[in-house]
């Protein structure tokens, strides 16, 4: 019980502003934050960093409901009693909160509950926007700082603590009654053996656990996989078998923090780290009805971009034309906009220890809004009891083309991984990118000029490594291209090259405060699980550096991050060279 205080979406910045600037104290109180922007988890995270006593979340219509759309059933918006379910727990990347990094199978160790990994010490509980509006109508306290710290409810969002008026005397009171049980999970593997290389493993998983019925989440993308399944299958009844094992997982246990997947990957990590060559996602095939989305690793651009050209199009408007074409008309990359845009692996869903952890190319690809014009978090009714079967039939896929399109991408990447002689992986794009991340990281150092000058920072060992493996990757993929392919042995060396390209951007140790993020390159944000960062530890090493106590010691640690990733990045490099 505690007096109330509104904190926007639970940011890192939305909690700064609050305590540096604002002066308000969340000590003890009560935080309302509502949902959208980042992981909810982080929001949950921040709010005990803050000293919260306790974190409630909602749906505000701003983020949840977009302008001149019915709420569900008549239209897909969220309607005020609905409630977003999701896990609140800050894993990272541990699976099973009382086996962190090893299979919770009957013969192992368990911590107690109490010491779990990630899970809060405070009570956390979802509402609907119609139980948010009454507790924000009566807040006291400052206004809000600026108009983007207010949803869409009919109330003037201010601050607090407390209520005014009428309820200046009233209190919050968090009653959360969690039944928390060991219980058993269960992943769904099925393997087709590879006839020609059956040690090398193409993997394709996505969840089958839902929050209440899963229209959406995840069965569009569980319909995906048993589609995929049984085509695969129907091709090894005439007779075909891939040049390489697929591996079929259906994971359990994702909405509980990727849990299913991850165990798995504990369990069988050391023969995934010899022989996997890439996995696939298969979670909801459609967040939205606009373009296609794709996030992957640097590797697969290629194989993606020319797989797209050989899809049709589902979209209105572009029929005859290709998946392609309407993907680079509707979401042009930032950076280069005469390719389609591709993001970054984060997390949030079950690639997550197969990339992260272990080191395997991974990618994902669904339907999604525009980003552009549609304002509104996800979409609006996620993780709710309306998330139904009807609402897909109805607004999102009537046709269920977007879902046949989605199959036929997700297929195709298994079935080329699988069949080509040649892995096809394409290193010298991960040249590019790293070009990228490194300019990018730098600008951002460039910011503090002069303490980069005073504590004798230099990015430079780590663009001089980029300029190497660059290098290495154009002269590797020369002579990929005079490889014999008639001799199984020259063109295995390469392929394990490839393969392992993956591999060589992670550190055993892994990253700071977070040892089961093993990608050097790649990693979930530490502010938004959901998102992808690019050079995470030096990214996080920078991060509020200026209100560390002691900057000599900060400093430092930016250099001992960039140390780290010049010599992975080199590392990695070092692997493509010719074989000795």
């Known amino acids: 019980q505690a007096d109330l205080v509104y904190v926007n979406y639970g940011r890192t910045e939305d909690f700064f502003k609050l305590e540096r600037e604002m002066r308000i104290n969340c000590t003890g109180k ?13 929001k949950v995270k921040n709010a005990i960093l803050a000293g919260a006593r306790g974190i409630i979340l909602y749906s505000d219509p701003a983020d949840y409901c977009a302008s001149g759309v019915d709420p569900y059933p008549g239209g897909w918006n969220l309607p005020g009693g609905g409630v ?41 509980h979802p509402i609907g926007y119609n139980d948010a509006e009454v507790l924000l109508s009566a807040m006291g306290g400052p206004a809000a700082p600026d108009s983007s710290w207010k949803g869409s409810l009919n109330v003037s969002y201010n601050i607090g603590p407390g209520f005014t008026g009428n309820s200046a005397k009233r209190k919050v009171r968090m009653h959360v009654h969690t039944n928390n049980k060991i219980t058993r999970i269960y992943n769904v593997i099925g393997i087709l053996r590879g006839a020609a290389e059956p040690d090398r493993y193409i993997i394709l998983g996505g969840h089958r656990d839902s929050w209440v019925f899963g229209g959406i989440d995840p069965s569009t993308g569980a319909a995906v996989l048993q589609e995929i399944v049984r085509s695969f299958g129907k091709m090894k009844m005439e007779g075909w078998r891939p040049k390489r094992t697929i591996i079929f997982a259906s994971w359990d246990a994702e909405e509980f923090g990727l849990l299913g997947s991850t165990e798995w990957a504990e369990e069988n990590a050391k023969v995934l780290q010899e022989r996997a060559v890439a996995y696939i996602n298969t979670d909801s095939s459609i967040e939205g009805n606009y373009t296609l989305r794709v996030d992957c690793t640097p590797l697969l651009y290629k194989l993606v971009y020319n797989l797209t050209k050989e899809i049709l199009s589902p979209d209105e408007g572009y029929e005859n034309k290709s998946l392609y074409e309407s993907w680079l008309e509707k979401d042009p990359g930032t950076e280069n906009n005469s390719y389609p845009r591709i993001n970054k692996l984060g997390s949030g869903s079950d690639f997550e220890a197969y990339f992260q952890r272990l080191g395997i190319a991974s990618g994902r690809a669904r339907y999604t809004k525009n980003r552009k014009a549609d304002k509104f978090s996800n979409y609006p009714v996620y993780h709710t009891v309306y998330e139904t079967f009807e609402l897909v039939e109805k607004f999102y896929d009537p046709t269920f083309k977007k879902q046949l399109t989605i199959a036929q991408l997700r297929g195709k990447l298994v079935y080329e991984l699988a069949d080509s002689q040649v892995i096809p992986f394409d290193c010298r794009d991960y040249g590019e990118a790293l070009k990228g991340y490194s300019n990018r990281i730098y600008k951002l150092a460039k910011k503090h000029e002069e303490h980069l000058k005073l504590h004798k920072v230099s990015f430079d060992p780590l663009f001089s490594a980029v300029v190497n493996f660059s290098k290495a990757a154009e002269e590797f993929h020369r002579r990929l291209e005079q490889v014999d392919k008639k001799d199984p042995v020259a063109v295995r060396i390469m392929n394990d090259q490839l393969m392992l390209t993956e591999r060589a951007f992670t550190d055993p140790l892994g990253l700071p405060g977070r040892k089961f993020y093993r990608h050097i390159i790649f990693a979930p944000s530490s502010h938004n699980k959901y998102a992808g960062e690019s050079f995470p530890g030096i990214y996080d090493a920078m991060f509020d550096i200026e209100s560390k106590a002691d900057q000599h010691e900060a400093w430092e640690e930016v250099k001992r991050q960039i140390s780290i990733a010049a010599f992975t990045v080199q590392a990695a490099a070092e692997t493509l060279k010719e074989v000795a």
Do not use: M, S
């Open 30 to 42: 009560i935080v309302i934050a509502r949902y959208g922007k980042i992981f909810r988890g982080n």
């Open 84 to 124: 977003q379910r999701g896990n609140v727990l800050n894993l990272n990347g541990a699976g099973d909160p009382l086996t962190p990094g090893y299979p919770a199978k009957e013969y192992t160790f368990r911590h107690k509950v109490n010491e779990g990994v990630g899970i809060p010490k405070i009570p956390v």
